[in-house]
């Protein structure tokens, strides 16, 4: 059965920088479209950052310029770089692989 691990998330000072990982088990990772999602307390999951399986990206124009998402096929890991972070990104990180696995998530806190 194939499952999605994520990890790296913490509690990070507003304007720093934190790298989330995805970690997937079983074969065929470098042909689906990857994603990830957030949710914060109170609001709906919403989409932060895509990458297809050629490498093209697609991001959410509140981490537009400041996330950076990609993945390493031979590793079968999905990434998040997130720099000059805010209040507004604190949020349980989720990672998909093409909209129908989800993984169980990873907690990121954005405060001083």
């Known amino acids: 059965q194939v499952q999605l691990v994520e990890s790296g998330g913490g509690l990070v000072q507003p304007g720093g920088s934190l790298r989330l990982s995805c970690t997937a088990s079983?074969?065929?990772?470098?042909?689906?479209?990857m994603y990830w999602y957030r949710q914060a307390p109170g609001k709906e999951r919403e989409f932060v950052a895509g990458?297809?399986?050629?490498?093209?990206?697609k991001y959410a124009d509140s981490v537009k310029g400041r996330f950076t998402i990609s993945k390493d096929n031979a590793k079968n890991t999905l990434y998040l770089e997130m720099d000059s972070l805010k209040a507004e990104d604190t949020a349980v990180y989720y990672c998909?692989?093409?909209?129908?696995?989800w993984g169980e998530g990873t907690q990121e806190t954005v405060s001083s």
């Open positions: 079983g074969n065929g990772f470098g042909i689906y479209s």
């Open positions: 998909s692989r093409g909209g129908d696995l």
């Open positions: 990458i297809g399986n050629s490498g093209n990206t």
